[in-house]
């Protein structure tokens, strides 16, 4: 069965330095996004994106961050000078299209841990 | 904005005992998803609905649109159905790609 993959599955990083959380979301899909869940809260939206463009964003979604679709496979996060509150499991999705019956498939997550 | 709000937030029950998680939305949504997450932090998806009930196995899930209500319910629990059950609501417009609005979750665990 296809499935969201993310890489790495735990990132440890200085404050202050940049990271990039990378995703490859399943082959058909049209719409991802990136949430992020901090310890013993409840998950967030951040981003979504389709044909390319951020389609949505919350207003965590800052100028500290950004995504890309560099080569049509991978769907990336990144948080340019990292700050401790940016601490959390952030977690890529991706559906085939929006609407009933179009679920949206979780991967296994990303835990950030910053110091 | 669309708040979600789930019941009970933790629950601890027998093996065998039927399980209701409750999950109800401030403003109308396109579908409502139940979502399982496992200590690891994995994210599952169980069900997503528009209106009526579904049915998967042990598990049922049922909406009001009317009511802005969801239940979950889980027919004889088993300790292999801990974990954290989260309700999501579905904003998507037609065009757009609106992410999910996620409750705080329901940490369920059935004891043996």
């Known amino acids: 069965e296809p499935e969201v993959t993310q890489t790495p599955s735990h990132q440890v990083t200085q404050m202050g330095q940049e990271v990039i959380l990378r995703c490859v979301p399943i082959s058909n899909h049209l719409y991802f996004y990136w949430y992020r869940q901090i310890l013993g ?44 509150e940016d601490s959390a499991m952030y977690f890529c999705a991706s559906r085939a299209r929006t609407g009933v019956p179009y679920e949206q498939y979780f991967g296994p997550g990303t835990r950030l841990t910053v110091t | 904005k669309n708040e979600v709000e789930q019941s009970p937030q933790n629950l601890t029950a027998q093996e065998g005992e039927f399980i209701t998680i409750n999950c109800s939305y401030s403003v109308g949504i396109s579908a409502l998803h139940w979502l399982q997450q496992h200590p690891g932090g994995g994210i599952v998806s169980l069900f997503m609905l528009s209106s009526g009930k579904k049915k998967h196995g042990r598990l049922i899930a049922t909406i009001n649109i009317q009511e802005k209500h969801s239940s979950l319910h889980i027919t004889a629990s088993h300790p292999r159905d801990s974990a954290v059950y989260i309700c999501a609501g579905d904003m998507y417009s037609g065009g757009g790609a609106d992410g999910l609005t996620f409750g705080k979750g329901t940490h369920l665990i059935i004891q043996p």
């Open chain 1, 41 to 84: 809260q409840k998950v967030e939206f951040l981003v979504s994106f389709y044909n390319n463009e951020i389609s949505e964003k919350s207003e965590i979604f800052d100028d500290q961050f950004s995504v890309e679709r560099p080569d049509g496979s991978n769907f990336t996060l990144k948080i340019r000078s990292t700050k401790l």
